[in-house]
C-alpha cells in the first residue's frame, strides 16, 4: 500500500513540476520531455529522413517552400517578441525541404524541420495556400505539441501501470485494461489531439496573416482538402476535426487574424 501511494505521490509531482506555459494561450501545459532532450532527437531524425528521400532543390517549387517558410518563422519571432517572448526561438535550427512524394501532406518537426510533400502543392494551389499548410505545421512546433503528446503517453502509461499494481484480482485487471484502453484513448487523447489541431489552425492563421499572406485562404484551402473526398471516421473517432468544422473555424477566425496582422502593421495580403 505504501509502494502504490508513493507511485501516485511521484507521478502527481512529476506532471505538476514538469509544466511549460504555451506562450500562445498563456495556458499551462505538460511538459515530462524537455526541449534540450526533444529538439536533438528531432534534427537527427530530420536529417535521416532527408538522406532516405529524395528533396528537390533549385526549382521554383522550392524556392516557394523556402520563401514560405521564411516569412512564417520571422512572422512568428515578431508575435513572440511582442508578447514577451523573447528568446524562445533561440534553439530552433529553421529549415525548409521539399520532398518528391505524392503523399498530401507536409510536416514539422520540434524545433523547426520542416518538410512539404510535392503531392500537397497542387491542393495549394499558390503561395497564400502553402502559408496556410506551413503556418499550421509550424504552429504544432512553437506551442510544443510534440512534447505534450508524449507527455500524455507517459502519463497514460502511467495510470495503466498503477492500475495494474493496484488491482489483484485478475479478472478486474483485464476488464480495467479493456475499458481503460478505449476509455483513455477515445475520452482523453482522441480529443487531446483534435484540441491540438484547433489550435494550430488558430496560431497558423495568424502567422499567415501577420507573414502577409490572407487568412481567408485558409478556409478555401480546406474546402479543397475536403473536395478530394476519401472515407473519414467520425470526428470523436478521430485525431482531426472533421473538415466541415475546420472550415467554419477557420472562416471565423480569419477576421481576428486580419485583426492581429494589424497590430504588425500589415493590412494588405497576397
Request: net charge neutral; hydrophobic share 40%; charged share 15%.
Amino acid at each position: 500500500m505504501i509502494l502504490k501511494k508513493s507511485l501516485i505521490v511521484a507521478g502527481t509531482l512529476a506532471v505538476v513540476l514538469s509544466c511549460a506555459t504555451n506562450p500562445f494561450t498563456g495556458k499551462k501545459t505538460m511538459a515530462l520531455v524537455s526541449n534540450d532532450q526533444l529538439f536533438p532527437t528531432s534534427f537527427a531524425q530530420y536529417n535521416q529522413f532527408l538522406s532516405e528521400n529524395k528533396v528537390v532543390t533549385g526549382t521554383s517549387e522550392a524556392n516557394m517552400v523556402t520563401r514560405v517558410g521564411q516569412k512564417i518563422a520571422v512572422a512568428a519571432e515578431r508575435y513572440l517578441n511582442a508578447n514577451g517572448y523573447q528568446g524562445y526561438l533561440n534553439d530552433y535550427k529553421w529549415e525548409y525541404n521539399l520532398v518528391d512524394d505524392k503523399t498530401v501532406n507536409a510536416w514539422c518537426m520540434p524545433g523547426g524541420k520542416i518538410v512539404v510533400y510535392t503531392g500537397i502543392l497542387p491542393v495549394t494551389k499558390s503561395e497564400a495556400g502553402l502559408a496556410a499548410v506551413v503556418g499550421h505545421e509550424v504552429a504544432h512546433a512553437l506551442a510544443n505539441h510534440g512534447q505534450q503528446r508524449m507527455s500524455a503517453a507517459y502519463v497514460q502509461q502511467g495510470v495503466a501501470l498503477a492500475g495494474n499494481i493496484a488491482i489483484q484480482n485478475e479478472n478486474d485487471r483485464n476488464l480495467f485494461n479493456q475499458y481503460y484502453g478505449v476509455g483513455s484513448q477515445v475520452g482523453v487523447m482522441l480529443p487531446f489531439s483534435r484540441s491540438h489541431e484547433t489550435e494550430a489552425d488558430e496560431i497558423g492563421l495568424y502567422l499567415m496573416a501577420i507573414a502577409g499572406y490572407n487568412p481567408d485562404e485558409a478556409a478555401e484551402l480546406w474546402k479543397r482538402m475536403n473536395a478530394l473526398g476519401g472515407e473519414a471516421p467520425p470526428e470523436m473517432l478521430s485525431t482531426h476535426p472533421s473538415n466541415e468544422s475546420r472550415i467554419a473555424n477557420l472562416s471565423a477566425l480569419a477576421p481576428k487574424a486580419k485583426a492581429e496582422a494589424a497590430k504588425f502593421g500589415v493590412t494588405s495580403f497576397k
